[in-house]
């Protein structure tokens, strides 16, 4: 079974823990500690990588590489955080491939505009729910395997949440 169908699998069964990685040790360590599935988050990535918040510095490439290396270290599966997807629809649908490529069972993607920012550090600006729900179409359109997970979240508050 492929890690996408791994964790899909593990997802109809219920709940699932699936700590925090920000490069392939501790996504090793993860896995050594007997958890089924690992996930990375933007932040932990830009904090480890560049000692920083996450302000979006890090590229497309950079972040590509960092989940290639963990999702190699692993056998479990690696669920991403790519932030906005690097840009529009257009944008979504290479990430999509390119992680997908690189080994990882799935993403998520925010409703950020761009450049994205740090919710800790200043306020949010959000996308259109139109132009979000074309994101999402984008990456489970263009995603090679039926498993692979694609993940829609927001930053909005509860209230605007539930419209959106």
């Known amino acids: 079974m492929n890690k996408a169908s791994e964790l899909r699998k593990l997802i109809q069964r219920g709940t699932v823990f699936a700590p925090n990685a920000y490069d392939a040790?501790?996504?090793l360590l993860i896995q050594e500690a007997g958890f089924r599935a690992v996930s990375s988050s933007s932040a932990n990535v830009h904090v480890s990588y560049l000692g920083s918040p996450d302000f979006?510095?890090?590229s497309f490439s950079e972040i590509l590489e960092i989940h290639r290396n963990m999702?190699?270290?692993v056998e479990i599966p690696l669920f991403a955080d790519?932030?906005?997807g690097f840009g529009n629809a257009l944008n979504v649908i290479r990430t999509v491939k390119s992680f997908e490529q690189a080994g990882?069972?799935?993403?998520?993607?925010?409703d950020q505009q761009l450049p994205t920012s740090c919710p800790h550090v200043k306020k949010l600006k959000l996308i259109s729910t139109e132009e979000m729900c074309g994101k999402i179409r984008a990456a489970v359109d263009n995603k090679a395997d039926p498993d692979?997970?694609?993940v829609g979240r927001t930053d909005a508050s509860f209230g605007e949440a539930c419209e959106r």
């Open 25 to 27: 040790l501790s996504a």
């Open 56 to 58: 979006g510095l890090l």
């Open 71 to 73: 999702a190699n270290a």
């Open 82 to 84: 790519t932030a906005s």
């Open 104 to 110: 990882l069972a799935g993403i998520c993607l925010e």
């Open 148 to 150: 692979f997970v694609i």
